[in-house]
């Protein structure tokens, strides 16, 4: 399973439970997902397509609240403590969220989860976002393992996987908000792996 090195906890614990950091790739600025964002994500993620392959615990009809809801109660008190949830946003227009990266600690399996506005898909801006955030959770959050995944047939996500040096190591069951979606993908990168692929 996913895990930290029990070692490096103590010593972890600090930056842990530190702010957000600001991220940046060639086009992108990731940024610590906050209130503020509430009605940009409403705006993104109320849209069943991008909503489909995602849990099962994802309402849908979208409430129109569900956005301020979700970073109000889940996310926020956990930010930066075992949950780590950037919002992307793009360099030419800084200041709309269009998605976002979720790290977290305890892995369900998997240890992140994404989404992106369907009008920004095919451009490659997710596979730039996880980059740095990969380089976090190994880097700077002790992460020696990350687990992922990804519902069968959801090839953008899978793509992201295979582009950013994971492997495939099973299938399993699985529900999500489209109920015709019955497996996922499980995915494991381990730091050493990630190092060689950034290499």
């Known amino acids: 399973m996913p895990d930290v090195d029990r070692r490096q906890l103590a010593a972890l614990s600090f930056k842990a439970m530190s702010e ?3 991220l940046e790739t060639k086009r992108l600025i990731l940024r610590e997902a906050t209130e503020a964002h509430a009605s940009d994500w409403q705006k993104h993620f ?5 909503i489909r392959n995602l849990s099962h615990f994802v309402p849908w009809p979208y409430p129109e609240d569900g956005a301020l809801s979700f970073l ?14 950037w919002g992307i946003f793009l360099k030419e227009n800084p200041n709309e969220l269009i998605g976002c990266v979720d790290l977290w600690r305890q892995g369900k399996p998997e240890n992140r989860g994404f989404w992106l506005s ?3 898909w095919g451009k490659g801006y997710m596979t730039e976002a996880v980059e740095p955030v990969t380089d976090y959770a190994f880097n700077e959050l002790g992460f020696s393992v990350l687990c992922f995944a990804n519902a069968v047939g959801n090839a953008a996500s899978r793509r992201v996987k295979e582009k950013t040096g994971c ?3 099973g299938v399993e069951p699985a529900k999500f908000v489209d109920p015709k979606l019955t497996e996922h993908e499980v995915w494991e990168l381990k730091k050493e792996d990630w190092l060689k692929f950034r290499a």
């Open 72 to 85: 109000k109660n889940l996310v926020i008190p956990n930010q930066g403590k075992d949950r780590w949830v």
């Open 118 to 120: 369907r009008k920004h």
């Open 20 to 22: 957000i950091p600001t």
């Open 46 to 50: 109320d849209d069943y397509e991008v």
């Open 167 to 169: 492997r495939l190591i």
